[in-house]
């Protein structure tokens, strides 16, 4: 079988006179949809990431899976699931003659069956878990950093993180384990997938000396310059070895900005409502850069118009519109207003590479190529869960909410607020709230805020209701409910373990 | 006096063998800094402005004088000032040479003494006041649309605007009445000045058929493209004439958008707190793109070190990061963080010409060319007034509020809000709240939407508010206060006239 697969491969990939491109998935912890320039942030502190997105291509309605670090995993997760009947990419890629390394957080439990070498990848240089602690004592002791299977050490012990002034060296021992493993790889002409799964935008942040006090925006500014700088020096590092038109990159986060720790501890949301935990846009919508030098096609603009869910019309697709001269294009900014899942990277990788998902089990990504070197436009929706419950769904520029639920009363009078200076009435409910037989709708083109839910009596809202519950009830036939993993950033199940 | 100043223009002029630069001065009515896909918008669907903004410098930090139409109007302003003892920049600018023309609206009165080819100006396409109405009777006549001297019509009748769809064609008549200008200008080989301030975005908002239904963002958002649009097409009609690298142009908006017409009649303000008619960024920061093709040097990203007030450090200025390599430098934004407002305008476009300011009256603007050309960094405070009172002022990154005040209780209680959705403890108040003994001071780096007060009792707070004081004795010493005008937006004072 594996076989077979590698013999289809070299066949799709030799008539292609080009090798399987490489695959870069750099995953960012908590950072928010507004922490980049590209998307808003008012200090416009990530010239690499905006030229990143210049040359490829900016998604600006990405979602999370789920609003925590490790939600429910369920099959298609990029890299989730740590029962053995789960299949990870690298375990496919593996399969396809790539080696995989995994670079920072790997979520899925360090005990030695979950180990990432165990799943597919070939190395690894890295945590299990969160770095927050420290832990100093044997009950709870600090988190282990591993290389591959050995353990060189643990944070706050052998790779510090100094609490008080926020500097530790952590994202520029990630960078160069990013470039070595590129360059060994270019050397060897293997190809390879790279996962940077990098955490310091997760509280504590922190940011090597030579990045502190360099931002507006204080030391979270710090750790996102810093990550800022090292991203462009793997692009970079891409294109001084020739490989940057023949390795795909693509650039998001796991959610939303951590409000509860901003503005020191914390990112932003930009505009959207509320943050890390709940399933407003601020939970949920994440930066989202593809990148491909060479194959993403020149700047476009929208010319559509929309039909009555919002959703582009099939034949008033983004068309490029020619600004100034043709040289002069490059730039406008390219973007896609494809609605994209991180679940959709898994299948997206495969496409690339060639392979077809696994059919023995149903797949919910969808396969982002069309909508990456096409402009196509995708009609799917956007389910918005918090556990194992279906809060919120999007279907073109609407979003019905089911439940609304911000966070308790409890935590609420104790200081702690997921949606800080915001407040909008019936909305960021402190009770779970159960609106399923009049969902509260909003447009996200008109209101991206989720301040101005539809008038229930509107014809708006009664024609775009009916769609949406046809939407819903055919997701809810054919759903198939993933094993629960535990959340392994949350604090008391770390110290549990 | 006149001949001298023409003689050591045209003596300037002819030793740097260059023309007298145009200049073009685009001006939005209630547009926000959210607006913008540059600045965020999360649809992205303003193109042609970003262009502007990749070929020419963006600035964050730039402010209105007022969160009002028309402010107390001082004679700093660029065109404020109906008192015949002010001194408007068209009329210095005509003694240069130019030939000046306003399209669109005169914020000044309509009775004949306050026309403006009585102030400077020797052209005029537009209207005195708003376009809001219709007034049908002979008491409250619908607002007149003059060309020069002449009478041509009124809104509503000769000018249509249909409120139920939203459809009017006067972005499109503004944008003719621009080409038309500057194609005789160039054809006579005549320098000029074009104020361009159109009202579209102004509720009630509206679009030609073309742009209705284009937009993600509804009819608002349709306005902002027919704009967006029509700036596409006044700078390539400059680049197309020749004439782009002796053209100053600079966008930017008369106050933040209206919340209280937000979704659909009223724009963005991102992140920042409240809208149109507060002292908060969202009343009064605006976007803001210089464009001069040829003399804005190449991008730049930060590579500053900050001060205890939040100032880039005089030796440690902004420099151009190169990324890359020098052929692709000009995908990164150029930005600047220089503290803007309005009233620069005025200084910086008689700088371009090489006048100098009247020396017979105190002028608050300062000359933006540093900062545009060479990337400097002037150190100044930014003042936010209401009315006649001084509400919060601005230094480095810290912003000092002396009075709190959003709308009343009166108002809020009919559902007026000029904060939907937002809501800071202590800081969003519906009575006028004063802090002049110890004001609420804020970290617009961390903190841009002013949702994090600092404490009191912290060294950051007594040292910085120790230098603000400072600042804002020296304002209050200082300070020459200008003639208050009637606020011509007003509805009460526009049915009174
Ligand atoms: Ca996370
Ligand atoms: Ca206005």
């Known amino acids: ?24 998935l750099l995953l960012m912890d908590d950072m928010g949809w507004g922490d980049l320039g590209a998307f808003g942030e008012p200090s416009k502190e990530t010239p690499n990431l905006d030229q990143m997105a210049s040359e490829g291509m900016l998604f600006l309605d990405f979602y999370t899976a789920s609003p925590l670090c490790s939600p429910s995993y369920t099959p298609q997760d990029i890299v989730g699931g ?35 070498l165990k799943h597919g990848f070939d190395e690894w240089f890295g945590s299990p878990n969160c770095h927050f602690g ?32 926020g500097e530790a060296n952590l994202t520029q021992i990630y960078l160069q384990e990013a470039l070595d493993f590129i360059s060994k790889q270019q050397a060897s002409q293997q190809p390879f997938f790279l996962y940077w799964a990098i955490d310091a935008t997760h509280a504590p942040v922190y940011a090597s000396k030579h990045f502190l006090g360099t931002s507006q925006r204080g030391l979270y500014g710090d750790a996102v310059r810093e990550i800022d700088d090292s991203i462009g020096k793997i692009l970079k590092h891409l294109q001084k070895l020739g ?24 990112g932003s949301n930009g505009r959207f409502l509320c943050g890390k935990q709940t399933t407003f846009e601020g939970g949920m919508r994440e930066p989202a850069i593809a990148w491909w030098p060479g194959h993403i096609p020149a ?37 896609s207003r494809q609605l994209g899942s991180v679940m959709d990277l898994f299948t997206t990788s495969l496409s690339l590479v060639g392979l077809q998902p696994p059919s023995d089990r149903q797949i919910d990504g969808i396969d982002l190529l069309p909508a990456i070197l096409q402009g196509k436009l995708i009609d799917r929706p956007i389910f918005y869960y918090r556990g194992n419950e279906m809060m919120a769904v999007r279907v073109g520029l609407y979003k019905a909410h089911y439940w609304t639920w911000s966070n308790s009363w409890e935590e609420y009078s104790k200081g702690i607020d997921f949606c800080p200076g915001q407040n909008v009435s019936g909305v960021t409910t402190h009770s779970q709230e159960e609106h399923s037989t009049l969902p509260l709708l909003f447009h996200l083109g008109r209101d991206p805020g989720e301040k101005y839910p539809l008038s229930f009596a509107s014809d708006e809202y009664q024609g775009v209701m009916r769609r949406i519950s046809v939407v819903v009830q055919q997701h809810k036939d054919t759903m198939v409910p993933g094993v629960p993993q535990l959340n392994v950033c949350d604090k008391a199940v770390m110290v549990s373990c």
């Open 134 to 165: 420290p832990y100093d004592n044997r009950a709870h002791p600090n988190i282990p950093v591993y290389r591959d299977w050995e353990m060189i050490g643990r944070y706050y012990e052998d790779f510090k993180i100094d609490l008080k002034t």
């Open 243 to 266: 490989i940057s038109e023949n390795t795909f990159v693509f650039f998001t986060s796991d959610n939303g900005a951590a409000l509860i720790s901003a503005p020191k501890q914390g």
């Open 1 to 24: 079988m594996a076989r077979a697969v590698l013999a289809l491969l070299w066949l799709r990939w030799a008539l292609s006179c080009a090798a399987p491109p490489n695959v870069v």
């Open 82 to 116: 740590i029962q053995d009947s789960e299949i990870l990419l690298p375990e496919l890629l593996k399969k396809a003659g790539y080696t995989n390394k995994i670079i920072g957080k790997w979520h899925l439990g360090h005990r030695p069956q979950f180990h990432p």
């Open 299 to 335: 700047g476009g603009s929208l010319r559509a118009k929309y039909n009555s869910l919002g959703q582009a019309e099939e034949n008033m697709r983004p068309k490029p519109t020619v600004l100034f001269s043709v040289s002069k294009l490059n730039n406008v900014l390219k973007v």
